[in-house]
């Protein structure tokens, strides 16, 4: 599969930092993508999310999504702490996903049975927990942190490019009082 990703990321209102950051990190074999959420907002939550974009450019991805979470876990220790969406897609349309925190996770029309878990990365962490499943073409994903409104389905904005979506999206469901970030990803088929 070749995997269309759009992204669309925003500080709160009246911030001119941000402390949400969408990660996209094409390796060899695999393609990381997700979000990640320092806690608070301004310039504080801007560096925590700096930190965290640079620990995910050279993280060890063939250790699985779990050992990337807890790697990030360890990357941001003395920080303001974070929550985090990161999802790993193969050649094979494996889908390896993991979640700590408040954010959000969508996918169809494959049900993928995520469970996202509690805490905050860099502060404490009990245990990650990932979720895996086999995608096919013409799957969407949609990432979303918490300054986005979770009120919404993926048929809404069916038919739109990932880019549009992540605009729609942030158009209709952004939350002002909050950082917001919006990645989609499509599974289209290679030959496309
Ligand atoms: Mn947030």
Redesign the pocket.
């Known amino acids: 599969m070749k995997w269309s990703i759009g992204t669309l990321t925003r500080p709160r209102i009246g911030e001119t930092e941000n402390?949400?950051c969408p990660v996209v990190r094409h390796a060899d074999r695999v393609t990381l993508v997700g979000i990640v959420?320092?806690?608070?907002?301004g310039s504080a939550a801007a560096r925590v999310a700096d930190i965290a974009t640079r620990h995910l450019e050279q993280v060890p991805l063939d250790g699985g999504i779990e050992s990337v979470m807890l790697d990030l876990h360890q990357g941001l220790a003395g920080t303001r702490g974070a929550?985090a969406i990161l999802c790993l897609l193969n050649e094979d349309d494996d889908l390896e996903g993991c979640g700590v925190g408040?954010v959000f996770f969508r996918c169809g029309p494959t049900r993928v049975p995520a469970v996202l878990g509690e805490g905050v990365l860099g502060a404490r962490l009990r245990r990650v927990r990932s979720f895996t499943s086999k995608l096919q073409r013409a799957d969407r994903i949609v990432l979303t942190?918490?300054?986005v409104a979770p009120y919404f389905g993926l048929a809404d904005f069916e038919g739109l490019s990932p880019e549009r979506t992540c605009s729609e999206i942030m158009m209709r469901h952004g939350l002002g009082h909050?950082?917001?970030t919006v990645v989609v990803v499509d599974a289209e088929p290679k030959s496309a």
Do not use: E
């Not at 959420?37 to 907002?41: F, K, M, S, T, V």
């Open positions: 402390g949400d959420d320092a806690l608070g907002h929550a408040h942190s918490d300054g909050d950082d917001a």
